[in-house]
């Protein structure tokens, strides 16, 4: 089950990374496992936001530009690294294989006052 940490409260205009650690993974699984960042804001349905799978990323068309996705496979772990952030922005974010999903973490809040 993922770990996912680094949200917060944070004003437009701002950066913050998230971490998700996936742990006690074989190395050789996390390298080939597809990764990706969703995110779920207050009565709206969860939405995949970017994505990483063997060198090749997906973004929304939303965080384009603004959101980049990184991994370091030695430490089982995904990032999320957002700039210009907006209160739009704001939402519960979660990890998971958007290929084959597997039990949902407890999502790291961030929240993007204006």
């Known amino acids: 089950q993922p770990v996912e940490s680094g949200g917060g409260l944070v004003q437009a205009g701002g950066s913050l990374r998230l971490s998700c650690v996936i742990p006690?993974?074989?190395?050789?699984?996390?390298?080939?496992?597809?990764m990706g960042w969703y995110r779920q804001a207050p009565g709206k349905q969860r939405e995949l936001v970017a994505s990483?799978?063997?060198?090749?990323?997906f973004y929304d068309d939303s965080v384009k530009g603004r959101f980049s996705i990184s991994r370091d496979n030695i430490k089982r772990t995904v990032y999320l690294h957002m700039s210009s952030l907006r209160p739009e922005d704001t939402a519960v974010y979660f990890c998971?294989?958007?290929?084959?999903?597997?039990?949902w973490g407890q999502g790291t809040q961030v929240t993007v006052s204006s």
């Open positions: 998971n294989n958007p290929i084959d999903l597997h039990p």
């Open positions: 006690g993974t074989i190395l050789s699984v996390f390298v080939s496992r597809p």
């Open positions: 990483s799978s063997r060198g090749s990323e």
